[in-house]
């Protein structure tokens, strides 16, 4: 299973939404780096489930258990190796789903490719569930990457028809911490309350919402990346989109740029303190796949949750006819907002990947 990503900082994914355990392996964390374990836990309490009544009533910890790579809350040049133990899981709420696949989800896909073996309680290895491993290992990205003045942050940029403005050109350190310390992580709180009714609209009628989240890497220096198919888009998207629920990926403009001429679209080169900069940021901090020093900015689309109690039209695969499925059981009716850590924690492995492959780090 390809469960795996990265070059030199090579991140593995393992476990099942109602396994024993979920976990990740780190490969080619450098030595000798500080993990500031009520920092990373931190981290891992924005993601976690049951914290808001925008979220899934499961309650998990969501406390990292680490079996390698630490030796005193120091990176020891092992690889590393983390898990988390689940323990609030319903496992019967998923038994019709075992005969009806939910429309929008894994079911079916997993069903064919492993022939009816797939462990699908909870949506098994594609839940959003196994995010949380990644936040482990996005977090000490995240801490590395911040001891160097590089800063990665992102926000709910939009939930169903309302939407918030993008981040200012250069975003700095202190509105990436501001965001993350809210509840409901947007700039500006009132156009989070209109997201949070969006919601609670949506789970009354027993349906689900999707919603975007924007992205930013501050401090990468230019050069980092390749021209066609090892761009830092390429990575950057490639990662992205094992994000469970992910259904698009744009850097900069990104599709915007269809509506422009070159002249409002094209970055000036400008000098700043005898730096060559641009004047705008349309191209989202890349050129050619290679950075150019200025932020990395990228918005990330999230599909409304499969799981919804309104009947939806399946098949039954054990009779090989029509059924009605009517999902029971806990999920969120929108996952964006618990994305947004997970964003972060993509981007900043991805970055720390390419400035140790690079040998700048």
């Known amino acids: 299973m390809s469960s795996e990503f990265g070059n030199v900082l090579r991140i593995g994914v393992f476990g099942q939404s109602h396994g024993k355990a979920i ?27 049951g914290r808001n009544a925008q ?13 390698s790579g630490l030796a005193d809350g120091v990176t020891c040049g092992s690889p590393l190796c983390a898990m988390i133990e689940n323990s609030d899981h319903h496992s019967s709420d ?21 022939k009816g073996q797939a462990d699908m309680r909870g949506g098994g290895h594609f839940s959003g569930r196994l995010t949380a491993p990644l936040c482990i290992a996005g977090g000490i990205a995240k801490q590395i990457l911040a001891r160097r003045g590089i800063h990665v942050g992102a926000h709910i940029l939009a939930i169903g028809s309302v939407s ?16 993350a310390d809210k509840d409901f992580p947007v700039l500006d709180d009132a156009a989070g309350e209109h997201m949070k009714a969006i919601i609670a ?13 924007e992205c930013a890497v501050t401090g990468l220096p230019a050069g980092l990346g390749g021209p066609m198919f090892d761009g830092v888009e390429n990575r950057l998207a490639a990662a992205l989109f094992g994000i469970p629920a992910v259904k698009g990926v744009d850097f900069g403009a990104g599709f ?3 509506q422009r001429y070159g002249s409002e679209n094209n970055d000036p080169f400008v000098l700043e303190d005898g730096n060559i900069v641009t004047a705008t940021n349309h191209a989202g901090g890349i050129l050619g796949g290679i950075t150019n020093g200025m932020p990395v ?19 039954s695969l054990s009779r090989m006819e029509p059924a009605e499925l009517v999902i029971r059981g806990r999920h969120d009716p929108c996952v964006t907002h618990r994305a947004v850590p997970v964003v972060e924690a993509v981007a900043a492995i991805v970055a720390l990947d390419l400035l140790l492959e690079e040998k700048q780090l």
């Open 164 to 179: 918030e403005e993008r981040f200012p050109f250069h975003p700095m350190p202190e509105l990436f911490t501001a965001v």
């Open 94 to 114: 998923y038994a019709e789903l075992a005969d009806k696949p939910r429309p929008a989800h894994a079911d079916y896909t997993a069903w064919v490719k492993w």
């Open 256 to 258: 915007d740029v269809v």
């Open 55 to 67: 979220s899934t009533a499961r309650k998990e910890a969501d406390h990292p258990v680490f079996l």
């Open 297 to 315: 900015t990228m918005r990330v689309a999230f599909k409304p949750t499969p799981s919804i109690s309104l009947p939806q039209q399946t098949v």
């Open 201 to 213: 609209e949506a789970r009354s009628r027993g349906d689900s919402i999707g919603g975007c989240v």
């Open 23 to 49: 976990g990740v392996t780190v490969h080619g964390l450098p030595a000798g780096e500080a993990v500031d374990l009520e920092d990373l836990q931190r981290f891992m309490d924005r993601r976690a489930p």
